[in-house]
T-cell receptor, first 111, second 111 residues
Framework: SQTIHQWPATLVQPVGSPLSLECTVE??????LYWYRQAAGRGLQLLFY??????ISSEVPQNLSASRPQDRQFILSSKKLLLSDSGFYLC??????????FGSGTRLTVV | QKEVEQDPGPLSVPEGAIVSLNCTYS??????FMWYRQYSRKGPELLMY????GNKEDGRFTAQVDKSSKYISLFIRDSQPSDSATYLC???????????FGTGTRLLVSP
């Protein structure tokens, strides 16, 4: 069966520090991968999506970047965090029909 | 106007009540409709998946799609305290396209 792993679960980082969140999927090949941010009262905001290795599409201009170095690995990064980067980050995968499967999320607090 | 509108709630009901959760949308090309349940500090999980108009039932949950009115609903029968969560609707034009999410409705079921 397919599983999605996302870590860490919580993270507290100072302003200006770098960020690296990792997501891996098991049990499937060539999935579509997504990074979302969820802020209170604002729903899910799509940040990046990828349909294959090295193929990244950015939905909103921001202080973040994404990479897909392997078929089932998706990484969200920042060189210098801002206070406004705080939020709940979710990784998800899909493969055609059937909706998305989300990871358990990372709660990031920038202080 | 947002593509998908969803009342944020909270919606408070007593245990055993029938719950109705709704979303409206503006894009008439949407054909795939989903409902996700999200517990606090967790990733969303797929509850119901429907294609085009009509009803779909799964246990205590029924999803309805009315494309002529651009309106979808999720009904929960015999609601339980464990149903307390945020419910997000999501939709797409094709099964392979990025999902558009509502902002979620928070449901509270009291014992």
């Amino acid at each position: 069966s397919q599983t999605i792993h996302q870590w860490p679960a919580t993270l507290v980082q100072p302003v200006g520090s770098p960020l690296s969140l990792e997501c891996t999927v098991e049990g499937t090949s060539n999935p579509n991968l997504y990074w979302y941010r969820q802020a209170a009262g604002r729903g899910l905001q799509l940040l990046f999506y990828s349909v294959g290795i090295g193929q990244i599409s950015s939905e909103v201009p921001q202080n973040l970047s994404a990479s897909r170095p392997q078929d089932r690995q998706f990484i969200l990064s920042s060189k210098k965090l801002l206070l406004s980067d705080s939020g709940f980050y979710l990784c998800a995968w899909s493969k055609g029909h059937g909706g998305y499967t989300f990871g358990s999320g990372t709660r990031l607090t920038v202080v | 106007q947002k593509e998908v509108e969803q009342d944020p709630g909270p919606l408070s009901v007593p245990e055993g009540a029938i719950v109705s959760l709704n979303c409206t949308y503006s894009n008439s090309a949407f054909q795939y409709f989903m409902w996700y349940r999200q517990y606090s500090r967790k990733g969303p999980e797929l509850l119901m998946y429907t294609y085009s108009s009509g009803n779909k039932e799964d246990g205590r949950f029924t999803a309805q799609v009315d494309k002529s009115s651009k309106y979808i609903s999720l009904f929960i029968r015999d609601s339980q305290p464990s149903d307390s969560a945020t419910y997000l609707c999501a939709m797409s034009e094709t099964g392979f396209q990025k999902l558009v999410f509502g902002t979620g409705t928070r449901l509270l079921v009291s014992p």
